[in-house]
């Protein structure tokens, strides 16, 4: 069967992430300061809230991961849960945002709860999704171009939401709702369209890669592959640490421009509001990453996927670190180190789940058995691993530099929010540029392994 994916398939798996990120960057963008400014919650107690619900997500992951393996319908393994999970996903999605008055303790109950079935339903339409990518395709340059196609989308969603949600958010509070209620019919539009995208991509897509004859079922037999593959062990990392980093500046952002940047005179704007700025930043970062994405496949290509990613985060690591001494009146250069940085980044968001799926074939080829959902699980685990440590450690910052919300800073406070824009982020691209270093599963070892594997599933 041919291995070749046409422009529609592509497109509809690229909407899939579309609509995803739109909740993702709901989450890293606008969830922890919603919690603090908005909800009412205390920064510490949120990091730790961030924290302790990633011990169920670190067992419900792999879980999905394995349950998906075991998955047999008419439509595969993967593609069914898209359909299944869409209206929960969406439900959910609006519930974390509904900002009951409960009193202290009643609200972060709330939160805990909302939060915690959110990365569940994330998990249940995420690691299926992710799998995907693995057997639409068994050609390595396809898999890059679907993951092309699916940060184009992730991209895209996100630059809708911050290009959209503050404008949103004002248009309902100027019809008479307050912030929370802007908040929650905001969201209430992006889990509607959600829901239809997963529909959409579920219809567009087609699995192709069936499993080796030879393989077998056992769930023993996938741990132990999985406890030996050096180069899983090594993604993970890398993809902890490129999360934190993003979290990082994700979560930072809207902090930095409400009490640092603050409203500003443009030259010929006039005096612009810092959540337009905030905005504008946040849509220009989304934009960059594309921008990062489409270079990544042919840089890829030319000189490897490992290099690319080592190259790429050393870039972002420097950038970020220079980001720190900009004043924030300098908003030309605070705006193109942001551009820079995010071009760097998106280099790598698509190497990391093509790469996953070389995993995926190494594992196949040296084994003789097939855990694609389980290791694409590993992959949203890590995700949401560096998601939250990224979150839990901001979190943590806010409060040990003595943050308050909707109050002035103190110098203290001020170092802390810059220090979680610039250094932190920082620390965490040089990490996963370490962990890259290590890694063995270069292109040219893969042809041969895909080359083999390909006499193998005809037979």
């Known amino acids: ?37 908005v909800f009412g919650l205390t920064p510490a107690s949120v990091g730790l809230m961030f924290l302790l619900t990633r011990i169920w ?59 915690t079935l959110m990365m569940m339903v994330y998990t249940g339409v995420n690691v299926p999704y992710s799998s995907l990518l693995g057997v639409m395709s068994s050609d390595s340059k396809e898999r890059n171009s679907l993951a ?45 369209l959600a829901a239809i995208l997963f529909f959409v991509t579920f219809k567009w897509t087609k699995e192709r890669v069936e499993p080796t004859k030879k393989e077998q079922s056992s769930l023993k037999d996938d741990l132990k592959d999985l406890s030996k593959n050096v180069a899983w062990f090594i993604m993970i990392g890398a993809g902890i640490s490129t999360l934190i980093f993003n979290s990082l500046r994700d979560g ?47 840089m890829a290509n030319k000189i490897g ?30 705006y193109g180190l942001n551009v820079l940085i995010g071009i760097a980044a998106g280099m790598v968001l698509p190497l990391i789940w093509s790469m996953y799926a070389d995993i995926a074939d190494f594992s196949e080829w040296k084994n003789g058995r097939r855990a694609t959902g389980l290791i694409f699980s590993s992959s949203s685990m890590s995700q949401k691993m560096g998601w939250t440590l990224g979150g839990a450690i901001a979190g943590w910052i806010l409060a040990a530099y003595g943050f308050e919300a909707n109050a002035d800073q103190t110098s203290d406070s001020i170092t802390g929010i810059k220090l979680m824009l610039t250094i932190f982020p920082a620390i965490g691209a040089l990490a996963s540029a370490v962990f890259m270093f290590f890694y063995k599963l270069d292109d040219t070892f893969m042809e041969e392994v895909n080359s083999e594997l390909s006499k193998i599933r005809k037979n």
């Open 1 to 37: 069967m041919s291995q070749k994916i046409g422009i529609q398939e592509k497109i509809g798996y690229g909407l899939g992430d579309f609509a995803s990120s739109m909740f993702w960057k709901l989450f890293s963008m606008f969830l922890m300061i919603y919690y603090t400014d």
């Open 57 to 115: 997500d670190s067992i419900n992951d792999p879980l999905m991961g394995i349950i998906c393996d075991r998955t047999n319908t008419k439509h595969g393994k993967f593609r069914p849960y898209l359909k299944w999970m869409a209206i929960p996903f969406a439900a959910i999605g609006i519930l974390t945002f509904l900002a009951p008055d409960l009193g202290d303790i009643g609200k972060l109950i709330y939160a805990y709860i909302t939060y």
């Open 148 to 192: 092309t196609f699916r940060f184009i989308g992730a991209f895209a969603g996100g630059i809708f939401v911050t290009s959209t949600a503050a404008y949103f958010i004002g248009i309902f509070k100027e019809t008479g709702a307050n912030e929370a209620q802007g908040y929650l019919y905001t969201v209430s539009i992006y889990a509607i």
């Open 252 to 298: 930072s952002m809207m902090y930095y421009f409400k009490y640092i940047v603050k409203d500003q005179d443009i030259s010929g704007f006039g005096n612009v509001g810092w959540e337009k700025l905030a905005a504008t930043y946040m849509t220009m970062w989304l934009v960059s990453n594309i921008v990062g994405v489409l270079l990544s496949t042919p």
């Open 305 to 334: 996927k490992k290099q690319t990613f080592i190259i790429a985060m050393i870039l972002a690591a420097v950038m970020s670190i220079m980001l720190f001494w900009v004043n924030p009146d300098q908003v030309l250069l605070l």
